[in-house]
């Protein structure tokens, strides 16, 4: 029981830590971000382009770029929340336990 105990431990360090490090990967992508903002107002106009074609095209093309950074942090999101998920319902079924062998709510009888 105490190893199940340990992992579960391990499991919720190791999803801290990942939570870390998607907010350091969040922070440097708000600067390259909003780098990339101030380089598309100042290029992407019409102006730019011979064909109104070609900037739906390029403008498209890195739409797709930040949906796809979104989309990836969206899975990692739901895979952090699947441990935390499995973690608490861990933590729930011992509170239940110890309830129960002391005549709580959860059953016991005085």
């Given at each position: 029981?105490?190893?199940r105990e340990q992992?579960?431990?391990?499991?919720?360090?190791?999803?801290?830590?990942?939570?870390?490090?998607?907010?350091?990967?969040?922070?440097?992508?708000?600067?390259?971000?909003?780098?990339?903002?101030?380089?598309?107002?100042?290029?992407?106009?019409?102006?730019?382009?011979?064909?109104?074609?070609?900037?739906?095209?390029?403008?498209?093309?890195?739409?797709?770029?930040?949906?796809?950074?979104?989309?990836?942090?969206?899975?990692?999101?739901?895979?952090?929340?699947?441990?935390?998920?499995?973690?608490?319902?861990?933590?729930?079924?011992?509170?239940?336990?110890?309830?129960?062998?002391?005549?709580?709510?959860?059953?016991?009888?005085?």
């Amino acid at each position: 029981m105490a190893s199940r105990e340990q992992a579960f431990k391990q499991m919720l360090d190791t999803a801290a830590k990942l939570q870390w490090n998607v907010s350091m990967i969040l922070e440097a992508k708000a600067v390259e971000a909003e780098k990339v903002r101030n380089w598309i107002c100042n290029h992407v106009s019409s102006d730019a382009y011979s064909e109104q074609h070609q900037q739906l095209t390029e403008s498209v093309r890195m739409h797709d770029q930040i949906v796809e950074v979104i989309d990836g942090l969206t899975k990692l999101g739901r895979g952090m929340n699947a441990i935390m998920k499995v973690a608490l319902e861990h933590g729930l079924e011992n509170s239940d336990e110890g309830s129960m062998m002391f005549g709580g709510s959860t059953g016991g009888q005085l």
